[in-house]
C-alpha cells in the first residue's frame, strides 16, 4: 500500500526553518501541496485555510508541545493523517501522541520516504518488522525520565524530588541526546 500523493494536501509543523524547508522540497518533489508553519498558532490559522490531508508535525515547538496540535487539527478536519516528529523520542511520548489521534511517531532525523511511509497504517500487518533487541538500561532510564515528567507536566523540580535526584542531575540527563534503541 503507497501513499496517494497527487497533490493532496500536507501541512509541516517544525520551528526549525531549515529542516522544514528541505523536508518541504523533498515531499513537494513527491506531488504533495505543501504548506509550511513555524509555530502551532500559524499551523492552526493554515489549517482553517485549507484543512490537510496530511501533516506533519513536530513534538518540540519552541517551547510549546506539537502533541496539543493534533487534537486541534482532527477537530478542523477527523480525516487528517498525522505523524508526529521529534528529535527527543519517547515511549510516552509515543503513546499519547498515539492516544490523541496521530497516525505514527518517528525519531528525527527522518528523510521524506520514512515520513511518506510512516503514513501508511501497519496495524495488524504480519510483515511489518519486530524490534527483537531489548533496550538498553540507558534507554530505559531516558524513557522512565520522560515518563515522570510528563506525569509531573514538565515540572523539573517535581520530577526530580519523585526520582530522588538532585534538579541539576535531571537537568544535565535532560540536556543530553536520548541514548539509540
Known sequence: MTVSAERSSLLLVDDDPTFCRVLGLALNRRGFAVAMAHSGAAALQQARIEPPEYAIVDLNLAGDSGLGLIPSLLALDPDTRIVVLTG???IATAVEAIKLGALNYLAKPADADQVLAAFVTTEGDPSTPVNVRPLSVNR????????VLRDNDGNISATARQLGMHRRTLQRKLAKRPVRF
Do not use: D, G, K, T
Open 88 to 90: 527527543y523520542a519517547s
Open 140 to 147: 530505559l532510564e531516558w524513557e522512565h525520565i520522560q515518563r
